[in-house]
């Protein structure tokens, strides 16, 4: 999911889109996916479960950053379908109320 974010954004930079994008922050932000992305693969199963939902909750304030640098576009969530319904819908949650947050503070 980092790996597959980050490629996704990175992709998005490179391709044309509208004004009121910062792509050198949003190529920032993106990228920070890769590590984690190979430190998850580097450990694999040994990766405890507290590791993965700390990692998702780091991810929240991720995707909020990229609603302010991609200008408050449309935002894609995703869970992992690795975890039970009650932490994807956690998740989402969290997700959600970083993004307005952020944007909150944007307008402000």
Do not use: D, K, Q, Y
């Amino acid at each position: 999911m980092f790996g597959a974010g980050a490629i996704m954004g990175l992709v998005a930079v490179v391709l044309p889109h509208g004004p009121g994008v910062n792509t050198t922050a949003w190529a920032l932000n993106s990228s920070l996916g890769l590590p984690v992305c190979a430190g998850l693969l580097a450990i694999g199963s040994r990766c405890p479960a507290w590791l993965l939902h700390a990692l998702l909750a780091c991810a929240a304030p991720e995707v909020a950053l990229g609603v302010v640098f991609g200008g408050g576009g449309p935002v894609a969530l995703a869970t992992s379908f690795f975890s039970g319904s009650h932490v994807n819908t956690s998740s989402i949650a969290l997700t959600a109320g970083v993004v307005a947050l952020v944007l909150r503070h944007a307008e402000a």
